[in-house]
Each structure stands twice: as structure tokens, then as C-alpha cells.
């Protein structure tokens, strides 16, 4: 690793002579508070080659990506250190030198673009502004360059899509959309700050294959900051492990994925989910829980939205047994109709045609027995009441009156989902994510429930946290005999929890059986779509993957 000094930081040029490296980090420090995030972390990047961060939450990874723009001035972080990016001095910048370079010598894509785009502009006026603000241009011709970028990041019809607005995009645009925003200028560098996290695996491999292509075409830096290994394997020359701000490991990707030196390292690598890998026992098998008692089921659910010419069915005729102790896997892209599926099973959602049946009877309306872990806890907590206030909601809403008997029982979910029972008083916003869905699991558990309806439980934590979230699931089953219906996007970590997997696309389940058939030999065109989309840790196989589905485009 460099050490940060001048010499160091130079490379040859090929006639001869040094040059500077796009980016230069020595010995950067940030600090919030008494809180350091960043502790003496030096690297550099060179001119059209790729690094990725990774580390779990609050490793500093995206600290470091918003102190190469600056971003940390003015907001009271003390940053130490030297940081420079395209010859940028950032840290003795003026505030009209950093200007220039964000956006137009470095770009930055964020992790959620709905909160990086302005609801109320068309999507292409806000491109052009990028372009206005760097180049001087004429309003035409920045909205010619943002039809045209909008077209080079694979939006189809990108003249009429540039006046559409953020909300008339998926999830999958819209991180298009950003990248076109990102290279309007044509940048050195683009630091992607987990771009993928909240995408399908389909959309997550066009997205990492874009940023490869790009690359190849531009010549342009990468600085990816992920959680996810995988997606590292994918896009990335080098890798450099953080955690608690400092760097573990820093290596070419194939050494780090394929024989990791520190201990860190390998445990990180060992709670990624593996795809390839069998489920390492059934709940059911291994304790006698999983029966053929059917708790609950679906026939022939439909639900419809929309009026008219737009109405249109996000479940169209689906029918599924839940038994007493199994996990059931719901796996497909977004708007394939898993988490509407999840609805109608928890009752949040009456069905348009067809029926729920809990123990053989058919139900309609929330019930105690069938309760809901939802994909992000943040919006399903009331930032206003103490977590142990949401999780007695289901005592209250059972009639239980006595506040000691409630409290008690409360405290006992909250020990028994691995969280101190003193945190009864604390807010939401004083958790980690994972210990936010720790709590979204004792709230289900408070109504004693014999099914949970896990809605992408862990797509928005890192793999360890994610491990951990699962392991707790796991356990809880085994001992309380749930069933579980586990809705994700992710296939590794539903092959890795669950004993049957259902495939839907469109509506409906296109392919269903026991997991290890599924994954292993695979049916329907579209499952094998998905598993072909899933990351790969070993950056050979990653590479054949995309130059396979380069060849599939092409075709």
C-alpha cells in the first residue's frame, strides 16, 4: 500500500518522465465528534483502473468516497490528511476549484437515486443543468447531451425518456439516469457509492456491466464503495478491506476473493451467501419441526391495480401451501408481484380474486397468526415512540391491559432477539439497521404468531449483519416451530434459508419446487436468467459471465 509520499504517489509514464495518479490519498483522517471514521487510511488510484472499498456498515468506506469530492466541508468533521483527486489539492481547494471538480472532473453516483434527483424536474433538464453549470452550453445543446448520454447508458428512446420525470423510472432507470448525470462532463473518475444495493440481480449485472463498458470506452477511474463482495468481483481491479476506518487488506481482486491474508478478510468473505452452495440443513429436518401441516395457503390469488386501460394484475392466478416449521423462498426481480404476494398473505392486501386460508379456513383482514417483517424498518418504526412502545403494539391490540405484564414481555422479545432489554426506552434512530430489524422481528413475535411474512428482510445490510439476521430467523424457527415465507431479490440468501423456492415473474410463479432442484437444475428460461445474473466471487467466472451476456445483447 502506498505510504503517501510524493515519490510514491508518481507513477512512469510510457515516453518517460511522472506523473500523478488520478487519485491520492495519504494518511486521511475524519472525524465526527469524539468519533473517528477515518484513521490514517492512505492509497491511490490510477488513470482508467478500477478499486473497490468494501466493509460493512460504518467501516468509513463512504466517508472516504465524500472526502475525495470535499463533501465533508462545512459540516463540522475535522478531515486531516491529504486527499487528491484529477490534481486537486481537495483539502486546500477554494469553494470555486471544488465546484469544478465535482461533476466535472470527478462524479459521484449515489446509492439511492430517488434521493439524489428532484421529483419535479423531467429527468433530462436536470442532466442538462450539470452540463450547463461545467460547460457554458446553450440549453439545446444540453439537452441534446443529455438525450445522448441518457442513450449511452442504455435508456431506450432517451429523447422522449429525457422528459419524463424520477418517479416514471424503475429503480434500474433511475440509477441509469444518475450514471448519464454522472458523465454528462465526460470525468476522470466516478466514485459509485453502492450503486446496486437495492437493485435485482438482473438490473445489478446490466448496472456493473455498464460501469465495466463505460470504462473500456472513456477510460475513465472507478472507485466503487460496496458491502457486497460479489459486486466487487464483478467491476474492480483492486480491493482494499476497511473496517473501524483503518485498511485491512489491500490487494489485486483475484488475490484478495481467492486467497484473502488477514483474518478479517476471510470472515467477511465466509458470510457472503454462495448460490453454488447447498443449505446447510432444513430446520425441519434436523429437529422434527417441519411437517406436512398446511398453516397456510394461497388460491388462485389476483390483484389488480389501476382504472381502465391501466388497470393491470400484479398477481395473477397464484396458488401456494405454507407448512408448519419449512421456509417457502418467493424469488423474482422487481415488480414480479413477490412483495403484493406477501401482502395478501399478511392481509395488508384483500385479493382482486381468489383466497388466504389459515389451518383450512379461509380469512380475510390482518390476523395475530400471520405477521410481517418488512424490508426497511426505518419507515416501518414510528421514529416518535421508543422501540419497545412498537413492539408492545400487538399485547395492546390482543387486550392485554397490564403495563408491568407488558413491559416485562417486551423486554423478553428484545433479549430474545439479541438486543438488551434496556433498550426498551431508545428510538429508532439510535440502532444500527441491523438492530433496527431485530426489532421489526420482536414486534412479530409479540403476537405470537405460527407464520412471518419476511419481506426483503436484509437486502439493505451488509453480509454479516445479513448472516446474523438470518441466523437469528433460523434459530427462532427451529424453536418456535414458524413457518416462514422469505421474499427476496437476492438468490444466494434464499437458497441458504429456504426448503421450497417459488419463482414468480409478471404476476405469476413460473417455477416452484424443493431448492435444491431449483437451483441446481433449473427449468424455466427465467430462473436460469437469474442465477446467471448472480455476482460471482471469483473474477474469471465473473468475466466469461459478461462477456456471455454481452454476446446475449448483441444477438
Not at 26 to 34: A, I, K, P, R, Y
Not at 243 to 271: I, K, S, W
Amino acid at each position: 500500500m502506498s505510504s503517501g509520499s510524493p515519490v510514491e504517489n508518481l507513477v512512469k509514464s510510457p515516453v518517460g518522465g511522472l506523473v500523478e495518479s488520478l487519485v491520492e490519498v495519504s494518511d486521511l483522517t475524519v472525524g465526527f465528534g469524539s468519533l473517528r471514521a477515518v484513521d490514517g487510511l492512505s492509497f491511490r488510484l490510477e488513470k482508467g483502473a478500477a478499486l473497490a472499498l468494501v466493509g460493512e456498515s460504518g467501516s468509513g468506506k463512504s466517508t472516504v468516497a465524500s472526502a475525495l469530492l470535499g463533501l465533508h466541508r462545512g459540516t463540522g468533521a475535522r478531515v486531516g490528511g491529504t486527499v487528491k483527486v484529477a490534481g486537486v489539492d481537495v483539502q486546500e481547494a477554494s469553494e470555486n476549484e471544488l465546484r469544478r471538480l465535482r461533476g466535472g472532473r470527478a462524479a459521484m453516483v449515489f446509492q439511492d437515486p430517488l434521493s439524489s434527483l428532484d421529483p419535479y424536474y423531467a429527468v433530462g433538464d436536470q442532466i442538462a443543468e450539470v452540463y450547463r453549470v461545467h460547460t457554458k452550453a446553450s440549453r439545446r445543446a444540453a439537452r441534446a447531451r443529455a438525450a445522448d448520454v441518457l442513450d449511452r447508458v442504455g435508456v431506450a428512446d432517451a429523447v422522449r425518456k429525457a422528459r419524463a420525470r424520477p418517479h416514471e423510472f424503475s429503480g434500474g432507470m433511475r440509477q441509469r439516469a444518475l450514471i448519464a448525470m454522472a458523465l454528462a462532463c465526460e470525468p476522470d473518475l466516478l466514485i459509485a457509492d453502492e450503486p446496486t444495493t437495492a437493485l435485482d440481480v438482473t438490473v445489478q449485472a446490466q448496472i456493473l456491466d455498464l460501469l465495466h463498458t463505460l470504462r473500456e470506452e472513456t477510460g475513465m477511474g472507478l472507485l466503487l464503495v460496496t458491502h457486497d463482495v460479489g459486486v466487487a468481483a464483478e467491476s474492480v481491479d483492486d480491493v482494499l478491506v476497511m473496517r473501524h476506518g483503518r485498511a485491512v487488506e489491500h490487494a489485486p481482486v483475484g488475490d484478495v476473493l481467492g486467497a484473502p491474508r488477514e483474518t478479517y478478510t476471510r470472515e467477511l468473505l465466509g458470510a457472503v451467501p454462495r448460490v453454488d452452495v447447498r443449505r446447510a440443513g432444513s430446520p425441519g429436518v434436523t429437529d422434527g419441526a417441519l411437517t406436512n401441516e398446511v398453516v397456510l395457503e394461497a388460491v388462485g390469488l389476483r390483484r389488480e391495480f389501476g382504472r381502465g386501460k391501466r388497470r393491470f394484475a400484479a398477481v395473477d392466478d397464484v396458488s401456494l401451501t405454507i407448512r408448519r416449521g419449512e421456509t417457502l423462498g418467493v424469488v423474482g426481480e422487481s415488480g414480479s408481484g413477490k412483495t403484493t404476494l406477501g401482502r395478501m398473505l399478511v392481509g395488508l392486501l384483500e385479493p382482486t380474486a381468489g383466497s388466504v386460508r389459515y389451518e383450512g379456513a379461509e380469512r380475510s383482514g390482518v390476523s395475530p397468526a400471520v405477521q410481517m417483517v418488512f424490508q426497511d424498518p426505518v419507515s416501518s418504526l414510528n421514529p416518535r415512540r421508543s422501540v419497545g412502545e412498537s413492539i408492545a403494539d400487538p399485547l395492546r391490540a390482543r387486550g392485554e391491559r397490564d403495563e408491568e405484564r407488558i413491559r416485562a414481555r417486551v423486554r423478553e422479545l428484545l433479549e430474545r432477539v439479541g438486543l438488551e432489554p434496556a433498550h426498551h426506552d431508545r428510538y429508532p434512530h439510535e440502532f444500527s439497521g441491523g438492530q433496527r430489524q431485530r426489532v421489526g422481528i420482536a414486534r412479530a413475535l409479540a403476537a405470537d404468531p405460527r407464520v412471518i411474512v419476511c419481506d426483503e428482510p436484509v437486502s439493505a445490510l451488509d453480509v454479516t449483519t445479513q448472516a446474523q439476521v438470518v441466523a437469528l430467523l433460523g434459530e427462532l424457527q427451529r424453536e418456535l416451530g414458524l413457518a416462514l415465507v422469505f421474499v427476496a431479490h437476492d438468490l444466494a440468501v434464499v437458497r441458504q434459508v429456504s426448503d421450497r423456492v417459488a419463482v414468480m415473474r409478471r404476476g405469476r410463479i413460473v417455477e416452484h419446487g424443493p431448492a435444491d432442484e431449483v437451483y441446481e437444475s433449473p427449468r424455466d428460461p427465467y430462473t436460469k436468467q437469474l442465477l446467471a445474473a448472480v455476482p460471482a466471487l471469483d473474477p474469471a467466472v465473473a468475466a466469461r459471465r459478461r462477456a456471455a451476456r454481452r454476446e446475449l445483447a448483441a444477438a
